[in-house]
């Protein structure tokens, strides 16, 4: 059984500064292109790692140090400029918690809408859509339109979802976050039971502690490249030593 | 996405509009969706798609039928052009809609991957859902009229519907790629659809361009697909309940069958540039 996600050779560039005027790339292209249009900045550059089935990684670093655009690439919200990814199986990627959601939908139209998103079939959604609703523990509002829920409530039924989609990779962006204290704890039990279960979780986390506990291996980058790989805990610990 | 789970999948790369058909139960939320949201607080809700269309409907025919007189040289006018104007609303509608709908649904574009052809084509499906009341209407309008189609005509109406719809789609993708680079594109298309129902026989007929301009002229402004499918909407819903001698376009149903290439072409080209420009849309909408 090979690698879950394999990545060789990332490069990712982005432009700084944008043109959305025609006027303005139509005058910069009778000028004869001089100089650049927009300024770019490496975002990832020569990025390889793998990662196993069953496994658990945080991708750590400071903030800007490339984290959600490789989750991004992984995910295949973007594209990279040079290198590969290559992903195995079902793959669920929350960039943030509840992005799929309307707020002018119930709660119930948008568990199916956002489910659907993430890649669950009707039946599937039919199947969980009990168990969802009893995860985020808001039965009661659950016809509500999501507008009137607090930020608490929102975030409650948007990782309900999202943990009932069965992923074979599952990428989470700082949705560790979420909620009060009991309901952090029931999150942290989901995701250990999603990772005993064989899935591959990928975190961008900035709760060091937790990342300890929960991660089997942490990869940190540093102004988009990979400084340092192995166990979570080795990982925090170089970390914490350069802040 | 993929569910196998022995073979490896490039993530963001997917099949195009294949990958709509797929998912098309995701297709059907995001179309409930955008009717949903288009109605929010609204007393009427979905009695507006009678509403607005009957209201230029009315404007239109007191302007040109009672004022211009352009009626009296097309019998049975206010069929006539009520079934031109169905065609030119769906299209004008799932096309600019089409064009903006990416931009509009930024925020699952940037977070989330999925076959972002689905947000067009569900645009192109709202306003089919908005195209069937006025449908409706018309059919009761040529029943009173005394309507008595063939088969052949009806053909010709479904043909018509197809060749709308797959234009405005292949056109939709398109624009709405472009559009995520250059906000233009929505304004370009805006200014389209202006100009949209007058380079089609919808408020007056094809023989008066016939006696304007060269045949050549008169070919291509034929071929518009558009054009097609307001004369195949002629010819199954207001031909029939004419009594007197009326001269058809001729070959309706060959041209209706070059309009349906055209449309043709019109998707693959507009799914090719789109797939171009799709990796950058996260970055870049």
Known sequence: ???????????????LRHSHSLKETLVWLVKGRKGDLTKKFDALHDVSFEIQPGETVALLGFNGSGKSTLLKLISGVILPDQGTVRTKGRVAGLIEVGAGFHPDLSGRENVYLNAAILGMSEQEIHEKFDDIVAFSEIEQFIDTEVKFYSSGMFLRLAFAVAVHTQPDIFLVDEILAVGDEPFQRKCLAKIKQLSD???TLVVVSHDLDMISRICDRGVVLSSGTVQFEGPADQAVAWLRERN | MSNSTDTYAVPGVGAGLLDVY????LLKLIVRKELRVRY???VLGLAWSYVKPLVQYVVLFFALGIVLRVGDQIPNYALYMFSGVIVINFFSEAFSNATRSIVSNAALVKKIYLPRELFPVASVWVAAVHFLPQLIVLLAAALLSGWHPDVMQLFGALLGFIIVAVTATGLGLLA????????????IVDMLMMIVTWTSPVLYDWTMIRRLAAPWVLTIYQLNP????????????????VDQPVELPPHLLVTGFIGLGMAALFLVIGQIVFRRLEGHFAQEV
């Open chain 2, 226 to 241: 558009i054009t097609v499918a307001v004369e195949l909407f002629h010819w199954a819903f207001w031909y029939p309940t």
């Open chain 1, 197 to 199: 279960e064989g899935r």
């Open chain 2, 40 to 42: 929010r607080g609204s």
């Open chain 2, 176 to 187: 709405g790629a472009i559009n995520v680079f250059f906000r233009d594109a929505e304004n």
């Open chain 2, 22 to 25: 797929r998912r098309r139960y």
């Open chain 1, 1 to 15: 059984m090979g690698a879950a996600v394999i990545v060789k050779g990332l490069k990712k560039t982005f432009n």
